[in-house]
């Protein structure tokens, strides 16, 4: 037998001792289990998915003060290993808007919104001018993680110090409103 026939050989029988070692010996049955876990990520709150803040009366309310509301709280669930960004985004840029009107400084008041919580959910007294967002991650979020949230808007009453002190409003009488959204994207 030459030399390249005994390696050859040699070979073969490593190569088939090694596939059989691979395989399920005769007589054994092997499950391959598998499972499947999609995304889960949102913003909660246990009264419902729209909540009204409701400032009441401001006509007497000095421009120099604030009316401050508790709006419950939101709670924030999400499995995304890679974490989730959390934006808050209001449909007037931080004001409440006169109905019919598309705001203006006769047709607007000021507004802020405030969030509680631990975890990088908390966000100090800010308007919303344009959308505020943060990245938040890690493992508290599978079980979800709750803060406070709070609006509070600028009073509209002024004193005229040339017109005898007359007091008035800065904005016209009227129903205003906007609507502020949290959404949660996954990364």
Known sequence: MNKTALTS???AVIFAGSAAAQSTPAGQLSYNLSA????????????GTEI???????????????????????SYACNSPNGFTRTFASTNGGYLFRSGTGGGNENQIAYEMQHGGGNGLSMD???LTSSE?????????LAGQTGAVAFR?????????????????TVFAGDYS?????????K
Not at 153 to 169: L, P
């Open 178 to 186: 906007d609507v502020v959204t949290i959404t949660l994207t996954a």
């Open 133 to 141: 967002s943060s990245d938040l991650s890690g493992s508290a979020f």
């Open 36 to 47: 499947e876990v999609g995304s889960v990520c949102g913003a909660y709150n246990s009264t």
């Open 153 to 169: 808007v600028y009073g509209v009453r002024a004193t005229n110090a040339g017109a005898n002190g007359a007091s008035h409003t």
């Open 52 to 74: 009204d803040v409701d400032f009441g009366e401001l006509s007497n309310t000095a421009t120099t003060s604030t009316v401050e509301q508790s709006a419950g709280s939101a």
């Open 9 to 11: 050989a040699i070979a």
């Open 125 to 127: 007294w800010t308007q």
